[in-house]
């Protein structure tokens, strides 16, 4: 059994800034892609930032410049660094884990989701 517990989600005015977090626990063997994900209501989910194992970033182009991903492999958590916030951002951000089961079979994994709300 594998838990994700992400963190940070908030209200915040147009222009200001969140951290978000995402602690994975539990049988894990090893740590492949790390990253965040969001859904806005009526919207399907898409990829907002990945982050490999050896340190690799990808982006989605409406976050370039404003997001920034990292990880730290000895925590097992992923953070992303919001700026310059705008409504578009609004959505539930969830977290993903791509990890190593003891048999090395990657397995994806997903948090609960934390809610990011942009709004004056």
């Known amino acids: 059994q594998v838990q994700l517990v992400e963190s940070g989600g908030s209200l915040v005015q147009p222009g200001g800034s969140l951290r978000l977090s995402c602690t994975a626990s539990?049988?894990?063997?090893?740590?492949?892609?790390m990253g965040w994900y969001r859904q806005a209501p009526g919207k399907e989910r898409e990829l907002v930032a990945l982050?490999?194992?050896?340190?690799?970033?990808n982006y989605a182009d409406s976050v370039k410049g404003r997001f920034t991903i990292s990880r730290d492999n000895a925590k097992n958590t992923v953070y992303l660094q919001m700026n310059s916030l705008n409504a578009e951002d609004t959505a539930v951000y969830y977290c993903?884990?791509?990890?190593?089961?003891?048999?090395?079979?990657?397995?994806?994994?997903w948090g609960q989701g934390t809610q990011v709300t942009v709004s004056s």
């Open positions: 993903y884990v791509q990890y190593f089961s003891r048999a090395a079979v990657r397995i994806n994994s």
């Open positions: 539990g049988r894990i063997f090893g740590i492949s892609d």
């Open positions: 982050i490999g194992s050896g340190g690799s970033t």
